[in-house]
């Protein structure tokens, strides 16, 4: 079985999350946050997201 590695330093609070370890760590590869015109913290997302199968 493949171990995952959580990313340091990234707290994710999306519990639906496919990456999210249900401890509020992320295990993506990599995370992708935009649109690259965000003016403020509420014009981003986290375009990594995917949805899980259970929250």
Do not use: L, W
């Amino acid at each position: 079985m493949e171990q995952r590695k959580i990313i340091p330093g990234i707290h994710c609070e999306v519990s639906n999350c496919a990456y999210n370890d249900k401890r509020a760590n992320c295990y993506a590869n990599e995370i992708e946050v935009g649109p690259h015109q965000a003016q403020k913290k509420d014009d981003t997302v986290c375009s990594t997201f995917r949805q899980g199968e259970h929250q």
